[in-house]
């Protein structure tokens, strides 16, 4: 909490600051906004929801929002690192590809939005789910996956090789070639069903506003394509 501790210091009042910053975007006519939530800052490695003072601030900016009819797109996942992140949150332990694919991820990114979804705001007694501002979900930043290059350029790391593995399985399982064009293949239906996964998430926690990706495409990396 380094920086809200310096910012504090400096006598930051974070509540007068969403209350005034809300005030100008309705001077200038502003009637939907985009929020990027900071899971790295109120979750664990399993995806538990943390209730600490950045999910109270959430608690007071959507009340806020409620009371002025503004309306956001929430994009629950940010994946973002912060001065104030976690050690041990889901998204600082994996790398944002894994998100879409890795086990491990997979279920603790399930149990963060059910978790999200079904916190009841302290300012308003309304689960998330149910508050009136929130127009839709974006279920992750910019989601990216590994590239074809990646996958087959012999790298060790751990993410790499579980995924070069599912990879072969697929190939196999389906009697398809190794080349791109099969890869991106194999990444358009992984990206689906994390993405299908996402939402049945957010349906079970009784979100019913649309919800989708922004965004895809193969993470570049230096030599690949």
């Not at 209730?51 to 109270?56: K, Q, R, S, Y």
């Not at 070639?177 to 996402?198: K, L, V």
């Not at 922004?214 to 030599?223: F, I, P, Q, S």
Request: hydrophobic letters at 40%; proline letters at 4%.
């Amino acid at each position: 909490m380094l920086f809200r501790s310096n910012m504090q210091a400096r006598g930051a009042d974070f509540h007068k600051a969403i209350v005034e910053d809300l005030d100008m975007m309705q001077q200038m006519g502003i009637e939907v906004l985009r929020l990027h939530l900071f899971d790295t800052e109120m979750s664990d490695a399993q995806g538990n929801l943390i209730d600490n003072e950045h999910l109270e601030l959430l608690d007071f900016l959507i009340a806020e929002c409620n009371r002025r009819s503004l309306y956001f797109v929430m994009t629950t996942m940010a994946w973002w690192g912060s001065p104030s992140q976690r050690p041990d949150a889901f998204s600082v332990l994996h790398p944002k590809e894994a998100l879409l694919w890795g086990a491990e991820a997979k279920a603790a990114e399930k149990d963060y939005l059910n978790q999200l979804l079904t916190h009841v705001n302290r300012y308003t007694g309304n689960p998330y789910a149910k508050e009136p501002c929130i127009a839709c979900y974006e279920l992750l930043n910019e989601p990216t996956y590994y590239s074809y290059g990646q996958v087959t350029s012999g790298a060790e790391e751990r993410e790499i090789t579980e995924l070069r593995q599912l990879y072969a399985d697929w190939l196999e399982a389906n009697g398809l070639p190794d080349n791109a064009m099969t890869y991106d293949a194999f990444s358009c239906e992984f990206a689906a069903s994390w993405a299908n996964g996402n939402l049945r998430a957010l349906r079970e926690a009784w979100a019913r506003q649309p919800a989708g990706i922004a965004y895809l495409a193969a993470e570049k990396a230096d030599g690949f394509n």
